[in-house]
């Protein structure tokens, strides 16, 4: 848990959100201002503040948090129709909260190249 983290306060439960998803490593919930029809975001439980702060004791909590992103599209019938995955990183990257999360965006044609 990371001081004045939000994303670490939502796992605490220090600050309410729409779960979708927990495990021992990963915890899942609902956007606050969705950017499509389901819009996830699906986070470590352990404090990393951007994809690339990961390290190779990192190495199974990146597969658990692809594999569990997986298992959620998968139950919210996204599956079938397809969906998009982005982690932004870093300022250029759009990244606002310094914990990494991945998007899942689904429930609409998205487009190529995002923005
Ligand atoms: P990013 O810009 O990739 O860092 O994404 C941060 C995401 O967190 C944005 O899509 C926000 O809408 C979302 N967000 C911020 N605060 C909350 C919150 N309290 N509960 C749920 N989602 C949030
Ligand atoms: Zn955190």
Redesign the pocket.
């Known amino acids: 848990m990371a001081e004045d983290c939000?994303f670490c306060k939502?796992i605490a439960g220090d600050?309410p959100?729409r779960k979708v998803y927990s495990d021992e490593s990963v915890y899942a919930?609902?956007?606050?201002?969705p950017?499509a029809p389901t819009?996830i975001?699906v986070i470590p439980k352990k404090h990393l503040k951007a994809v690339n702060a990961a390290g190779s004791e990192d190495e199974a909590l990146l597969g658990k948090l692809l594999l569990a992103a997986n298992k959620i599209a998968e139950q919210e019938g996204l599956a079938d129709e397809g969906f998009r995955y982005?982690?932004?990183t870093g300022d250029q990257g759009?990244?606002?909260?310094?914990h990494l999360?991945l998007?899942i965006l689904g429930g609409r044609q998205c487009t190529w190249p995002p923005g």
């Open positions: 939000l939502i600050i959100s919930f609902h956007d606050i201002n950017a819009h975001l982005v982690i932004n759009g990244q606002t909260v310094y999360h998007h």
